[in-house]
Every structure is written in C-alpha cells, then in structure tokens.
C-alpha cells in the first residue's frame, strides 16, 4: 500500500513556465527527499528536509525550490523550467538516522518540458 | 565519500533460470546495503537491507543478497526468476549512523525471456 504520495503523475509544460509538484507522507517519518531520475534512471538527490530545515542540497539551479509546511509534506517548485528539467521526479521519507535509514518513495512525476 | 557500482547495466535472463546481479560498495565505516526495485511507471521499492548479522539476507519475492565484506561486494541472487521480476534493480550504501544520504548505483535493468 502506497505511503508516499505524489501529484501529479504527469506534466508536461513549456520552457520559462512555473511548476510545482507535491508530495505527502503517512509513515511518520521525520526526513523527506526529492530526488531526479533520468532517462538513463539515473537517481540524483535534490534536497531533503528533517523538521523543516535544509539539510542536504546538492547544488541544484536556484530554480528549485522545496517547499514544507510540516514534516509530512514537502513539495517542489521549479521557477521557468528549461528542456533538461525533464525527468521523472521521486519523493520519499525515512525516519532519522541510523538502522531506520531505508528510504520509502512514492510513485514520481514525471515532467515533459517541450 | 561512499558510492556503489554496478558493472552490468543490462541483464537479460531465461524464466526460471537463476540470477545474480552485481554489486560493489564503497565506503571507510560500516556500511548499511539496500537493494530496491523499481517496476515500469513506479517508484523504488525496497527488497532487502543488510547491516548487520548473517551476510545472507533474505528479501522479498525469493530475492536474497550476500554481503562479503572482503570484496565490498553485495550482490542480489534468486534461484529462479519470473517473467515478473522484469524491472531496474538498484543497489545503495548508507552510513549505518548519523547519515541520512544514500548513495545508489546506476541501476541494472533486468529483462527476462519467456
């Protein structure tokens, strides 16, 4: 049963538009992430938040942007997208640290940017 | 810094025949193993972890993995697969405390045969 949640499932959009995905867990974990996935299922980490704060960014284009009201959701925004922001885009959460470190992800957005 | 390889980006296999798919880590502390699955249109799906205990694990769906600790090896074994076991297959490393970032390989793409 899926614990992680995205949407949407799809997107497709023009270069300079905003997007925005969303992404909510039911675990209680305390850490979520955003990861990119490309073509190549390459997994790239974008960013992760742990009680609302930033911990990890791998220097992504300031066009990214996470967004977290609370532990439970954290969303992503991307500001005028451009052609190589296509991707599938993967959420997951995990609870801090240690033996509860495995990863639980949702099902992805997958972003066409024309 | 902790990364993971995994040298066959393909693998095609015969149902019920037996698979191993490689996988090789990198990293100085003690290492947490993960091996996720992602099916067509889906997100990672955790099939086994290992950090500590028998090198053998057992996961789901008859997979099991065997950490050897002498060759930074991790590699995913099942005695007989089946047509629904077509999917990529993803090795990852974790620090076993502290450290919330996993490092994934680059995916193995398992097709089976009828």
């Known amino acids: 049963e899926t614990a992680v949640f995205q949407t949407p499932n799809y997107h497709v959009t023009q270069v300079g538009n905003e997007v925005s995905f969303n992404c909510k867990q039911t675990?209680?974990?305390?850490?979520m992430y955003w990861y990119k996935q490309d073509s190549k299922k390459l997994l790239k980490i974008m960013f992760s938040y742990n009680n609302k704060q930033l911990i990890v960014n791998e220097t992504v284009p300031r066009r990214f942007s996470p967004q977290s009201s609370d532990k439970a959701h954290l969303n992503l925004r991307i500001k005028s997208v451009e052609p190589e922001d296509s991707a599938v885009y993967l959420c997951?959460?995990?609870?801090?640290?240690?033996?509860?470190?495995?990863?639980?992800f949702g099902p992805g957005t997958r972003l066409t940017v024309l | 810094a902790q990364s993971v390889t995994q040298p066959d980006a393909r693998v095609t296999v015969s149902e019920g025949a037996s698979l191993q798919l490689r996988c090789k880590y990198s990293?100085?502390?003690?290492?947490?193993l993960f091996w996720y699955v992602q099916y067509p249109r889906q997100g990672l799906q955790l099939l086994l972890k290992y950090y500590s205990g028998d090198p053998v694990v057992q996961g789901v769906n008859g997979f099991e993995a065997e950490f050897i600790k002498s060759n930074s090896s991790f590699h995913l074994r099942k005695a007989s697969v089946h047509w629904s076991d077509s999917a990529v297959y993803f090795c990852a490393v974790s620090a076993y405390y502290g450290n919330e970032k996993i490092t994934f390989g680059a995916g193995t793409k398992l097709t089976i045969k009828p």
């Open positions: 675990l209680g974990h305390d850490t």
């Open positions: 990293y100085s502390g003690t290492p947490y």
């Open positions: 997951a959460s995990s609870r801090t640290g240690g033996v509860y470190a495995e990863q639980f």
